[in-house]
Structure formats: C-alpha cells, structure tokens
C-alpha cells in the first residue's frame, strides 16, 4: 500500500489531479475519524476534513517520502484540529454578545443560530468530558487511547510506534473502554 501511494502522490505531483481524488478517498474517512475524535463535534469534523484535504493538496510538494503519505496525512489532520481547537478557545464569546442587545426581541439568538450554539455547547462538554477521563488513565493507557482513537491510527501502528505487541496495545485500549466505560459523563457520550 505505501507503495501505491507514493505512485499516486507522483503522479499528482506531476500534475494528475486524479491521483488526488483516489488519495482522498482513501483516506477522507480516516481523517474526518480523527477529526470527531478531537472535536467530538460531527459539524466541526465535517469543516475540519475538508480544511485538512485542502491543506494536504497545498503542503503536498513539501512531503519529503511519498510512500509515508498515510501518516504523514494523519499529522496534517491532528495538526489542522489542535490549530482549530486553539482558536475556539480564543474566539470565546460571552453569552450577552450572542444574544445580542439590538432591538429584536427574540435577540440575535434564535431558530438556526440556537441551534448551532447548543450543538457546540454540547460538542465542547463532550470534549472536556472526555479529556478529563482520558487524563485519568494510566500513561501507557492514555497514549494508546490518543494515538488510537484521537489520531486515527491502526493497532498496528500503534504498536510500531510504542514498540510492543499488537496485542498489548489491544489490551491496553480494551482495559480504556472497561474504565471509560464506567465513567458516568462518558456514558452519555459513548465514545
């Protein structure tokens, strides 16, 4: 499969744009996985999938080893939503100023936009709610915990990358799940 890759990114390097389109549905689900795994939000991980495969097509002439596209791809997605994530967290506002104090009675708050507001409310206890219960496993359990399901990868790259059995690292997130599991506040948002 790496292989394949990199003949695609060659290609599209060459100026095949088809070979992009094969790329993206390859790894468009894998990404947009990540992408709800670190927003917990399905809106949000819609906007930030498209953002990434942008990203991806633009940075593309900097990839320095075309058969490692997959991961390397992985990274722009992690990297797109922690960028998204800083900036959510710069671009709070305070309820007044959504409600706004114009002459509207019903305020600028209203139908589609309450919606969109209770939605993210809801996406950001969701991500606190799970962070905190993440930050309570042990260490070997919380980094397979992030890279599995917070970064996308694959058993199996898990383990290439913490360098144990593929069945520790099965059981390292199986023994997450158990304890997760029994977290109250997760229940309610099944991971």
């Known amino acids: 499969m790496p292989q394949q890759d990199a003949a695609l990114v060659s290609r599209c390097l060459a100026g095949d744009s088809t070979s992009f389109d094969q790329l993206v549905a390859k790894y468009k689900d894998t990404v947009h996985r990540i992408a709800l795994r670190m927003t917990g939000c399905s809106v949000s991980a819609h906007d930030l999938t498209q953002e990434t495969l942008l990203q991806a097509w633009v940075k593309l002439p900097q990839l320095q080893e075309p058969e490692r596209f997959g991961g390397w791809l992985r990274t722009v997605a992690a990297n797109t939503c ?25 305020g600028a708050l209203s139908g589609h936009h309450a919606a ?22 042990s260490e070997k359990n919380r980094t397979a915990v992030r890279l599995h399901y917070f970064q996308g990868m694959t058993c199996q790259e898990v383990a290439r990358l913490l360098g144990v059995p593929v069945s520790t690292v099965a059981g390292r997130l199986h023994k997450s799940r158990k304890i997760l599991g029994g977290d109250r506040h997760l229940r309610l948002y099944a991971m």
């Open 116 to 137: 969109a507001v209770q939605e993210e409310f809801e996406c950001e206890e969701r991500r606190r709610a799970v962070r905190g219960a993440v930050s309570r496993l």
């Open 82 to 106: 922690k960028m998204w994530l800083r900036r959510q967290s710069r671009d709070d506002v305070s309820l007044d100023e959504l409600i706004g104090m114009g002459d509207d009675s019903q």
